[in-house]
């Protein structure tokens, strides 16, 4: 692969990522944060591609973009009021610039595990067809794993629907 | 063949009223008769175990040097080692005998005196659950067996003594007793605990083989405190001043739980566990002097107290008390043999005074004044025979059983101390006065038209008569047959009789009683105009020289006054600096506290997050440790 | 050359940003929202450590398909306790909803 084209492709892609992901955080309007919630994904799955793990990155674009971010613009709908304006505010109660000290605390403390980790590099194997690879591993080692987190989709979605549909009293 | 069972068997004495307890105690209380019929079965069965083993003593000629043990390891850890089993040597054989004896004539008179009684079952369990303690003091092994037993005697009183608990008199009774003689035991288990460390060892006979040697070794000094510790027991038990104060209360029981009480159990363990004991006592002359003077003061004290007494049970009583001292005052001059033998013939005179005292106040209920009674002996002739024969005994006539009995401990006395000889002769004296003032006032006069008594019924006339019978040849008998061989300590002594000291008592007991009758009977002397003339000295004793009021003032004064002290200090102290500054402290903390818990989730985050980078950076980063086990692990 | 760290800063910088959302944020949407990132951010995490440390294995991959279905439980049951409680009490401000404390 060309490296300039893939540095390029890298920065671009974080660079809406990381936007993206602020403006979620910082816009006062529930749906904008939503639909650049959604920008973020799509940046996400941007970054998977380049990590050659492109069916994560067509799943990450099917389940975020497809069903997440729809349903947070739904739910936005269904629980706003008149204005649109301050639906996502900041919480005034909170100190929000020791929050910021404290995130950007987090980022050079972990910048600073990364730097100081010896890792262990195995050189960057290719592979093909991952799909395939990936149907492979979950229907035979991570089996258990699979049937878990199908019965645990269920009760989710049978506890979203009690939930919001409420119980007769 | 029977004696060879018995007395390798003498262990069921104690158990077979044992086990009357519980099967009437729990399963046949609401059956009077059958509980009747069973408690005294078995002590009419523990009764002629006891006649064998008293057969067997003599027939296989055990004496009190090698007496017959028999035991199993009860306890054994490092450094202490307790046996339970069955000591039986001619003292025991005979306690065996006569307690028993006397329970289980008890037993019978109560089937009259009880009839109809709402507690007839549970009485006879606690009679039989007595029975079955004292059974088992008597046979102890060593100290701790016999501290068992010994406090399930005072037990058994307390629950006796209140056994009528809906009368606040009785109940209070009870707890006197009950407290009074802890006071005594509490000694009595200090001065076990000194023996255990200072020999290792609670048994009667190895401790019997290394005292001599122990005081020949560290002198008497130690021992001395430690048999007076001992003592505290007896001296609670058997009613000695100045714990003699429960004994008189004791009365509010049935009368023959007095009886019983007063005749063969309780009591008399005092002096048993001197007598037992005596192997420690013999080689410690301090230790004797005080029993000596405490048994002749208390004698001579409780002689004086019953004088003026009215209550014709609390006069028994205080005879008991003197007659107790003598028992002490034997021992404390040396002689075992006369202080058992009195043990013996008392036991057998004062049930029987005892039991026909029940038999007037069955006679007349709801009272016990003796001056409300008179001219009984017209309609209660078996009563006044019983008696009159009690009285005689007691006072020392012969040939009654106490004369042999109260003659040997004042030779035995004469030959050690004149000033105790002295105060033991003025109260034989005084004994054969307020008993002759006894029976005077209460059989002899004119019959009282509101009373109408009656004769007591078979049941209970049985063990008068019985009684009475032993109360005038249990002191022969004996005495023809050398008691002195077998119920000994040391060498065996042969008194016979010292004429002079026979003939001072009897003159003086007769003088003592025709003394009562001038006053009391055909009143050639008026009893109130004495009373009038020596004020001081009749307030004094009628009210028992104050020492109830004595203790009663103490205990308000000390007592309480240390009680109201501690609530002081409680209110002002405890509660209001120490509580509240406990109390305040924890509230202050809180608030500070409790100003994090706000219950704002993002701010529990926050500080979640914060921490965790704060333990992720020390952990990692500046930890060189960690980070060099995170490195290693690709 | 973009490396194995770059991957990480960037999954670094996401996941800060979703923590400040989710500590800032007034409506529970909001902090759901924030939540997603920050298991985006772990999802990329995953994915790199994958690419890069066992390329052959995909048990990254794997990893992260888990946690995405685990995030979409989530999300489903996150909004129908917020519809509930909008529903209830008329409100999605995570200040009001305050019974945890005494």
Same mark, same amino acid.
């Given at each position: 692969?060309?490296?300039?084209?893939?540095?390029?492709?890298?920065?671009?892609?974080?660079?809406?990522?990381?936007?993206?992901?602020?403006?979620?955080?910082?816009?006062?309007?529930?749906?904008?944060?939503?639909?650049?919630?959604?920008?973020?994904?799509?940046?996400?799955?941007?970054?998977?591609?380049?990590?050659?793990?492109?069916?994560?990155?067509?799943?990450?674009?099917?389940?975020?973009?497809?069903?997440?971010?729809?349903?947070?613009?739904?739910?936005?709908?269904?629980?706003?009021?008149?204005?649109?304006?301050?639906?996502?505010?900041?919480?005034?109660?909170?100190?929000?610039?020791?929050?910021?000290?404290?995130?950007?605390?987090?980022?050079?403390?972990?910048?600073?595990?990364?730097?100081?980790?010896?890792?262990?590099?195995?050189?960057?194997?290719?592979?093909?067809?991952?799909?395939?690879?990936?149907?492979?591993?979950?229907?035979?080692?991570?089996?258990?794993?699979?049937?878990?987190?199908?019965?645990?989709?269920?009760?989710?979605?049978?506890?979203?629907?009690?939930?919001?549909?409420?119980?007769?009293? | 063949?029977?004696?060879?069972?018995?007395?390798?068997?003498?262990?069921?004495?104690?158990?077979?009223?044992?086990?009357?307890?519980?099967?009437?105690?729990?399963?046949?209380?609401?059956?009077?008769?059958?509980?009747?019929?069973?408690?005294?079965?078995?002590?009419?069965?523990?009764?002629?175990?006891?006649?064998?083993?008293?057969?067997?003593?003599?027939?296989?000629?055990?004496?009190?040097?090698?007496?017959?043990?028999?035991?199993?390891?009860?306890?054994?850890?490092?450094?202490?080692?307790?046996?339970?089993?069955?000591?039986?040597?001619?003292?025991?054989?005979?306690?065996?005998?006569?307690?028993?004896?006397?329970?289980?004539?008890?037993?019978?008179?109560?089937?009259?005196?009880?009839?109809?009684?709402?507690?007839?079952?549970?009485?006879?369990?606690?009679?039989?659950?007595?029975?079955?303690?004292?059974?088992?003091?008597?046979?102890?092994?060593?100290?701790?067996?016999?501290?068992?037993?010994?406090?399930?005697?005072?037990?058994?009183?307390?629950?006796?003594?209140?056994?009528?608990?809906?009368?606040?008199?009785?109940?209070?009774?009870?707890?006197?007793?009950?407290?009074?003689?802890?006071?005594?035991?509490?000694?009595?288990?200090?001065?076990?605990?000194?023996?255990?460390?200072?020999?290792?060892?609670?048994?009667?006979?190895?401790?019997?083989?290394?005292?001599?040697?122990?005081?020949?070794?560290?002198?008497?000094?130690?021992?001395?405190?430690?048999?007076?510790?001992?003592?505290?027991?007896?001296?609670?038990?058997?009613?000695?001043?100045?714990?003699?104060?429960?004994?008189?209360?004791?009365?509010?029981?049935?009368?023959?739980?007095?009886?019983?009480?007063?005749?063969?159990?309780?009591?008399?363990?005092?002096?048993?566990?001197?007598?037992?004991?005596?192997?420690?006592?013999?080689?410690?002359?301090?230790?004797?002097?005080?029993?000596?003077?405490?048994?002749?003061?208390?004698?001579?004290?409780?002689?004086?107290?019953?004088?003026?007494?009215?209550?014709?049970?609390?006069?028994?009583?205080?005879?008991?008390?003197?007659?107790?001292?003598?028992?002490?005052?034997?021992?404390?001059?040396?002689?075992?043999?006369?202080?058992?033998?009195?043990?013996?013939?008392?036991?057998?005179?004062?049930?029987?005074?005892?039991?026909?005292?029940?038999?007037?106040?069955?006679?007349?209920?709801?009272?016990?004044?003796?001056?409300?009674?008179?001219?009984?002996?017209?309609?209660?002739?078996?009563?006044?025979?019983?008696?009159?024969?009690?009285?005689?005994?007691?006072?020392?006539?012969?040939?009654?059983?106490?004369?042999?009995?109260?003659?040997?401990?004042?030779?035995?006395?004469?030959?050690?101390?004149?000033?105790?000889?002295?105060?033991?002769?003025?109260?034989?004296?005084?004994?054969?006065?307020?008993?002759?003032?006894?029976?005077?006032?209460?059989?002899?006069?004119?019959?009282?038209?509101?009373?109408?008594?009656?004769?007591?019924?078979?049941?209970?006339?049985?063990?008068?008569?019985?009684?009475?019978?032993?109360?005038?040849?249990?002191?022969?008998?004996?005495?023809?047959?050398?008691?002195?061989?077998?119920?000994?300590?040391?060498?065996?002594?042969?008194?016979?009789?010292?004429?002079?000291?026979?003939?001072?008592?009897?003159?003086?007991?007769?003088?003592?009683?025709?003394?009562?009758?001038?006053?009391?009977?055909?009143?050639?002397?008026?009893?109130?105009?004495?009373?009038?003339?020596?004020?001081?000295?009749?307030?004094?004793?009628?009210?028992?020289?104050?020492?109830?009021?004595?203790?009663?003032?103490?205990n308000h004064t000390f007592v309480d006054g240390f009680g109201k002290l501690l609530y002081w200090l409680e209110l002002h102290f405890v509660e209001a600096i120490l509580i509240k500054v406990a109390a305040s402290?924890?509230?202050?903390?809180?608030?500070?506290?409790?100003?994090?818990?706000?219950?704002?989730?993002?701010?529990?985050?926050?500080?979640?997050?914060?921490?965790?980078?704060?333990?992720?950076?020390?952990?990692?980063?500046?930890?060189?440790?960690?980070?060099?086990?995170?490195?290693?692990?690709? | 050359?973009?490396?194995?760290?770059?991957?990480?800063?960037?999954?670094?910088?996401? +996941? $800060? !940003?979703?923590?400040?959302? /989710?500590?800032?944020?007034?409506?529970?949407? @909001?902090?759901? *929202?924030?939540?997603?990132?920050?298991?985006?951010?772990?999802?990329?995490?995953?994915?790199?450590?994958?690419?890069?440390?066992?390329?052959?294995?995909?048990?990254?991959?794997? +990893? $992260? !398909?888990?946690?995405?279905? /685990?995030?979409?439980?989530?999300?489903?049951? @996150?909004?129908? *306790?917020?519809?509930?409680?909008?529903?209830?009490?008329?409100?999605?401000?995570?200040?009001?909803?305050?019974?945890?404390?005494?």
């Amino acid at each position: 692969m060309n490296e300039l084209a893939y540095n390029a492709a890298f920065f671009i892609f974080a660079a809406i990522t990381v936007a993206s992901a602020i403006g979620v955080v910082t816009k006062n309007d529930l749906v904008h944060s939503a639909l650049l919630l959604a920008l973020c994904f799509i940046g996400v799955s941007g970054l998977y591609v380049l990590l050659q793990a492109d069916f994560l990155a067509a799943v990450q674009i099917l389940i975020y973009n497809g069903a997440i971010a729809i349903v947070f613009v739904l739910g936005t709908m269904l629980t706003r009021r008149s204005a649109r304006h301050g639906t996502n505010d900041t919480e005034k109660n909170i100190p929000s610039r020791l929050v910021a000290v404290v995130s950007g605390l987090f980022v050079v403390v972990t910048l600073g595990v990364i730097a100081t980790t010896p890792w262990h590099y195995f050189g960057e194997g290719v592979v093909e067809d991952t799909p395939s690879l990936i149907a492979q591993f979950i229907l035979t080692d991570y089996m258990v794993a699979m049937e878990a987190a199908a019965v645990l989709l269920l009760a989710a979605m049978i506890g979203a629907i009690v939930l919001a549909k409420g119980v007769e009293e | 063949m029977f004696n060879q069972y018995a007395l390798h068997h003498a262990w069921l004495i104690p158990l077979l009223p044992a086990f009357a307890f519980i099967f009437v105690g729990f399963f046949l209380r609401r059956l009077p008769a059958v509980a009747g019929f069973v408690s005294i079965c078995m002590s009419l069965l523990s009764f002629i175990l006891s006649l064998g083993v008293g057969y067997g003593v003599i027939a296989r000629q055990i004496t009190v040097d090698n007496p017959l043990v028999q035991k199993i390891p009860w306890v054994s850890i490092a450094g202490f080692q307790a046996d339970m089993g069955v000591y039986v040597d001619p003292i025991s054989a005979m306690m065996l005998v006569v307690v028993s004896l006397v329970a289980l004539l008890v037993q019978i008179y109560s089937l009259g005196y009880m009839r109809g009684d709402n507690g007839f079952g549970r009485f006879f369990a606690y009679l039989s659950l007595f029975a079955a303690s004292m059974l088992g003091l008597v046979i102890a092994v060593n100290f701790v067996q016999l501290f068992v037993f010994w406090e399930l005697v005072g037990l058994c009183s307390y629950l006796l003594i209140g056994f009528y608990f809906n009368k606040v008199s009785a109940r209070e009774a009870a707890k006197k007793a009950f407290i009074t003689t802890r006071i005594g035991d509490f000694g009595l288990l200090i001065g076990i605990l000194f023996l255990q460390i200072l020999f290792g060892t609670l048994d009667f006979q190895q401790l019997a083989a290394t005292v001599p040697t122990y005081v020949m070794q560290h002198g008497t000094a130690l021992l001395t405190i430690v048999a007076l510790l001992i003592f505290l027991g007896p001296i609670g038990k058997s009613g000695q001043f100045p714990l003699h104060v429960w004994l008189p209360d004791a009365m509010e029981g049935p009368t023959p739980v007095s009886a019983l009480i007063h005749a063969a159990t309780m009591v008399v363990a005092g002096v048993y566990l001197v007598a037992r004991a005596f192997f420690l006592f013999s080689v410690l002359p301090d230790a004797m002097a005080v029993i000596a003077w405490i048994g002749a003061f208390t004698a001579c004290f409780a002689a004086s107290i019953a004088f003026t007494q009215r209550d014709i049970k609390r006069i028994l009583a205080y005879s008991t008390i003197s007659q107790l001292g003598y028992m002490m005052l034997a021992l404390g001059v040396g002689s075992v043999t006369a202080s058992m033998f009195h043990l013996m013939t008392h036991a057998f005179f004062k049930a029987l005074m005892f039991l026909a005292a029940g038999a007037v106040l069955h006679a007349l209920p709801e009272k016990n004044d003796i001056f409300t009674m008179g001219g009984l002996r017209h309609k209660m002739p078996v009563t006044f025979a019983a008696m009159t024969i009690g009285v005689l005994a007691i006072s020392g006539i012969p040939p009654f059983a106490g004369f042999f009995s109260k003659d040997e401990i004042l030779l035995a006395v004469a030959q050690v101390s004149t000033p105790l000889y002295t105060i033991a002769v003025v109260t034989s004296f005084m004994t054969a006065f307020y008993m002759a003032r006894l029976l005077i006032v209460v059989f002899c006069g004119e019959e009282k038209p509101e009373n109408q008594p009656h004769e007591a019924p078979l049941s209970m006339r049985i063990p008068l008569i019985v009684l009475g019978v032993l109360a005038v040849i249990g002191g022969y008998i004996p005495y023809a047959n050398n008691f002195g061989d077998w119920v000994r300590f040391g060498a065996a002594v042969h008194e016979g009789i010292d004429f002079s000291v026979a003939a001072t008592s009897t003159v003086i007991a007769i003088l003592a009683m025709c003394l009562a009758w001038f006053i009391y009977g055909n009143g050639m002397v008026r009893s109130d105009k004495i009373s009038r003339r020596f004020r001081i000295f009749y307030k004094v004793s009628f009210h028992k020289y104050y020492i109830d009021e004595l203790y009663l003032w103490f205990n308000h004064t000390f007592v309480d006054g240390f009680g109201k002290l501690l609530y002081w200090l409680e209110l002002h102290f405890v509660e209001a600096i120490l509580i509240k500054v406990a109390a305040s402290l924890p509230v202050k903390l809180g608030n500070v506290v409790r100003k994090s818990q706000n219950g704002n989730l993002q701010r529990y985050g926050l500080v979640m997050f914060g921490a965790m980078i704060l333990v992720v950076v020390w952990l990692v980063l500046l930890n060189p440790l960690f980070n060099g086990v995170a490195g290693g692990a690709y | 050359m973009i490396g194995m760290a770059h991957f990480l800063t960037v999954a670094a910088i996401i +996941f $800060a !940003i979703g923590l400040y959302g /989710v500590l800032t944020k007034r409506t529970i949407i @909001g902090i759901l *929202m924030s939540i997603e990132l920050m298991l985006n951010a772990v999802n990329i995490n995953l994915i790199t450590f994958s690419h890069f440390i066992t390329p052959e294995a995909l048990t990254g991959q794997v +990893f $992260a !398909i888990f946690t995405i279905t /685990v995030a979409a439980a989530e999300v489903a049951v @996150g909004l129908a *306790m917020v519809f509930r409680v909008y529903h209830d009490r008329n409100t999605v401000h995570a200040a009001r909803l305050d019974e945890m404390h005494w």
